[in-house]
């Protein structure tokens, strides 16, 4: 059983930083690429960004360019997503996503096979 599980989100102000961080258990994903979605109310799910099997190649949304960081840790199996400069239009549920058959940067969803839960995050202004 493949299980991605998203760290909880919160609330903050405008401005602020937050980590999310998605721990995948069940399968080693160390070769493989991750990423992050997220879907506010009424919309799309959409990319947010995107790392390959060594972390050595990072793919970003135009729309957090420059105030988002993604990262992993092949060791513990977890990807990292830094927001800041955080935005209330970045309020959104959060999702994980690991591919099991890419190892590049997809940015998007069908290049995925797994999903965390989603994470709500809410960025008030």
């Known amino acids: 059983q493949v299980q991605l599980v998203e760290s909880e989100g919160g609330l903050v102000q405008a401005g602020g930083s937050l980590r999310l961080s998605c721990a995948a258990s069940g399968r080693t994903f160390s070769r493989k690429a991750m990423g992050w979605f997220r879907q506010a109310p009424g919309k799309e799910r959409e990319f947010v960004a995107a790392i390959n099997w060594n972390g050595g190649s990072t793919s970003l949304a135009n729309s957090v360019k420059g105030r988002f960081a993604i990262s992993r840790d092949n060791a513990k199996n977890i990807v990292y997503l830094q927001m800041n400069s955080l935005k209330p239009e970045d309020t959104a549920v959060y999702y994980c996503?690991?591919?099991?058959?890419?190892?590049?940067?997809?940015?998007?969803?069908?290049?995925?096979?797994?999903w965390g839960q989603g994470t709500q995050v809410t960025v008030s202004s």
């Open positions: 996503a690991a591919s099991s058959r890419y190892t590049e940067a997809p940015v998007s969803t069908p290049f995925y096979d797994y």
